[in-house]
């Protein structure tokens, strides 16, 4: 039976297999994708089912964010090695196993084992889908192409927590992992049929195993000491030792990876000065875009005690929103300078995180729901600018690398902005409630006359004497507590705010054009 190759699928179904496949790589995309934020309303129940902290649920996040960025980086190997639709119908298999492994996690450590595991699936499956749409479409209609692509991606985060808000609250959070079964089944079917299977028949290409496994390290080691380092202590022996591993591993990576034949990474594709700008703009976006992600529903759930279904439905008109302006976004990306758009949609981004550095537990569920709608109006504005931006001035053979590596720049600056952002809501809310517990004394008279108006109402209760003081306090602990959450919230917003403005200046720089070399003699 012969190869079912891109040119023998075109001829059996002709214009319609760019239907098909957009239909097909969407599809998985969104099975990929839909857990990366449908955990996100999940993690408080999560902590409270296995008794754990923030600071070790938001591995639930960055593990699959990290994992995310070294599968992406495998994509072209496997492309090159099994052909497009075992990559995809194979890694849609592997990433059911996850989800399943994950719904019946026993304890904490198979959890977050499931989670790197989905995101090291999940990371093929971009560029895969990417470069896939930019072979069924022509030149001219890529920017459309780049906004399908883009709404695939952000259907699973529109969808995901909403759906996962429901299945809390009528069943529990391991359903929030069944919850995509169906979907991978589905696209698996569809990859089997629309998908192009190999076209080289030479040997498979050797994997560059050496340079897996130094980034690995490297990124590994790098996340782990930033999250130990507010519990185990900055200058700690452990924290200290996992720098100084990843230091060395990232040295020998970049060091490898410009002397071996086939490298995981073409470094040598930062030589385009358009792409390496790009790349910049891609990681400090996805340090503020995933991190910002994180904080919200963790918010409205921790301090505006919001329910998971609340919190699903507080980010679903952004979603939705968001799913319809992408394809429109990319239609304009075929008619409009991508630096504009993409400094447009920074500054969205940056605004819409200022004005939530100012929430607290009083703020309505309209204004913050608002306020993530600008953000996510930025995010249409800048995904298929910044991807087509990225890959325009690549070679046809830089393709594959090109799609792996801005979606790996992006992932990777999201599993470093979960872990920033969550090492400063720890570290913001220690200090503030350090602050404002030193200012509880009897001098206070605002505090004096909380107890005060505590223990009125404990006496009007009927309690004794001793449980009326003690409960006052314990009250007052909460009322600090809250005000030391919500201020932690507020600085890890603020900082946001400022990483999407600092994406400004490679921005514009990436549209920047230089003359060649050659008319500079």
Not at 270 to 277: E, I
Not at 360 to 366: G, H, R, Y
Not at 380 to 399: C, G, V
Not at 495 to 503: P, Y
Request: aromatic letters at 10%.
């Amino acid at each position: 039976m012969p190869s079912e190759t891109a040119e023998v699928l075109a001829a059996r179904y002709g214009p319609r297999l760019r239907l098909y496949a957009t239909g097909t790589v969407m599809l998985g995309m969104v099975a990929s994708v839909l857990t990366t934020t449908i955990v996100n309303v999940a993690i408080p129940d999560i902590m409270g089912a296995f008794g754990i902290g923030q600071d070790r649920a938001q591995w639930l996040a960055t593990g699959a964010l990290a994992a995310m960025t070294i599968g992406m980086l495998s994509n072209a190997w496997l492309v090159r090695s099994f052909g497009e639709r075992r990559t995809f119908v194979g890694a849609l298999a592997l990433f059911t196993g996850a989800l399943l492994a994950a719904g019946f996690s026993p304890n904490e450590d198979v959890l977050i084992g499931s989670r790197i595991f989905q995101g090291a699936v999940a990371g093929v499956m971009q560029p895969l889908s990417m470069y896939v749409l930019f072979r069924v479409f022509p030149p001219e209609k890529r920017g459309t192409a780049m906004g399908f692509f883009g709404m695939s991606v952000i259907l699973g985060p529109a969808l995901g927590p909403t759906l996962g808000g429901i299945l809390i609250d009528h069943f529990n959070w391991r359903y929030v992992f069944f919850a995509a079964v169906p979907v991978t089944l589905t696209a698996m079917l569809l990859g089997s049929l629309f998908m192009p299977q190999r076209e080289e028949t030479g040997k498979r290409p050797a994997f560059d195993w050496l340079g897996f496994t130094l980034l690995a390290a490297a990124i590994g080691c790098l996340l782990t000491g930033l999250s130990n380092g507010q519990r185990e202590g900055w200058d700690s022996d452990f924290v200290l030792g996992m720098f100084a591993i990843a230091l060395a591993a990232g040295a020998g990576f970049l060091a490898w990876e410009l002397s071996v034949d086939q490298p995981l990474v073409e470094l040598r594709v930062l030589g385009n000065g358009q792409f390496t700008a790009a790349a910049t703009v891609a990681f400090i976006f996805g340090l503020g875009l995933f991190g910002s992600v994180y904080l919200v529903p963790l918010f409205v759930q921790l301090v505006q005690q919001y329910t998971p279904l609340a919190a699903g439905l507080l980010l679903m008109p952004a979603g939705l929103i968001l799913g319809a302006f992408m394809p429109i976004a990319g239609y304009i990306s075929d008619h409009a300078p991508a630096r504009s758009m993409i400094i447009i949609g920074l500054a969205c981004f940056s605004l819409s995180s200022y004005w939530l550095a100012d929430v607290d537990a009083n703020t309505s569920f309209w204004t913050i729901a608002w306020l993530v709608v600008l953000s996510r109006v930025g995010l249409a504005l800048i995904k298929p600018s910044l991807n087509l931006a990225a890959l325009r001035p690549l070679r046809p053979e830089q393709l594959s690398q090109g799609a792996g590596m801005i979606n790996f720049a992006r992932q990777l600056g999201g599993a470093f902005g979960v872990n920033t952002l969550s090492v400063m809501l720890d570290r913001r809310t220690m200090l503030h409630s350090d602050a404002l517990t030193s200012t509880q004394s009897g001098a206070n008279s605002a505090t004096a006359e909380l107890l005060r108006q505590m223990q009125a109402l404990l006496a009007q209760a009927g309690t004794s004497a001793d449980v009326q003081s003690a409960g006052a306090l314990h009250y007052l602990g909460r009322v600090l507590q809250a005000q030391a959450y919500t201020a932690g919230f507020q600085d890890s917003f603020l900082l946001c705010a400022w990483i999407f403005a600092a994406a400004l200046l490679p921005a514009w720089i990436m549209g920047m054009r230089r003359r060649p070399l050659r008319a500079l003699r």
